[in-house]
Structures are given as structure tokens and as C-alpha cells.
Nanobody, 125 residues
């Protein structure tokens, strides 16, 4: 069974950059679509991106286009989320999630079967 572990969360200053990592184990990562979500306390998780085993990317959150990027390294079993020009509103717990097969067209969390425990990103203004 696929297992996901996020890392890289930190307290950073507004305007800075951060790379979050998601390490997959237990199965072949190429079989899965892998997404990043984020959650602010009191709100639902929102999908950001999903990247398929073929590298095709689905964008779920228009508000972060141009600042956030998802990439994957199959050999290392890693999926990355790069966040540039961090803003206080980026403060959230960031989760890695996966489903067997292709990325769904919408970023709803119910579409994803496998989840990491999350990593906290806090942006100071």
C-alpha cells in the first residue's frame, strides 16, 4: 500500500521561497496521480495541483498560478511543491495525496485515497 510522508514545512518570511517534499513508499509511484492540498484551520482542504505518472499536470487553484509549481522525480519517489513569493495567506498545513490512476479533473479530497500527515507552513508578514 502506498505511503506518503511530507517534509519541508517551516516558518518563513513573506516574500521567501520554500520547497515541500512528498516521499512515496510501498508501491510504484508511476501508477499514481499525486496531488498537493492545503488546509487552513476551520476550512476545508483545497486541492492545488495534481501530477500524473506521465508528468501531465492538473491545476486546481487559480489563485496560486505562477507562484506554486508541482514536479515529480519518479526515480527518487518524490513529488515536490515549490512555493515562491510566499504570502501570509499561504499559511496552512500542506498535504500530499494520491490516487491509483489518472489525476481527476477536480481537486476534491474525496477523489484521493492515500494521504500523508501534512507539513506546516507559516508565513510571517
Amino acid at each position: 500500500q502506498l505511503q506518503l510522508v511530507e517534509s519541508g514545512g517551516a516558518l518563513v518570511q513573506s516574500g521567501g521561497s520554500l520547497r515541500l517534499s512528498c516521499l512515496a513508499s510501498g508501491d510504484t509511484l508511476g501508477f499514481y496521480g499525486v496531488a498537493w492540498f492545503r488546509q487552513v484551520p476551520g476550512k476545508e482542504r483545497e486541492g492545488i495541483f495534481c501530477i500524473g505518472g506521465n508528468g501531465y499536470r492538473w491545476d486546481y487553484l487559480d489563485s496560486v498560478k505562477g507562484r506554486l509549481t508541482i514536479t515529480r522525480d519518479g526515480a527518487k519517489k518524490m513529488v515536490y511543491l515549490d512555493i515562491n513569493n510566499l504570502k501570509p495567506e499561504d499559511t496552512a498545513v500542506y498535504y500530499c495525496a494520491a490516487l491509483l490512476g489518472l489525476c481527476p479533473t477536480d481537486g476534491e479530497e474525496k477523489n484521493f485515497n492515500f494521504w500523508g500527515r501534512g507539513t506546516q507552513v507559516t508565513v510571517a508578514s
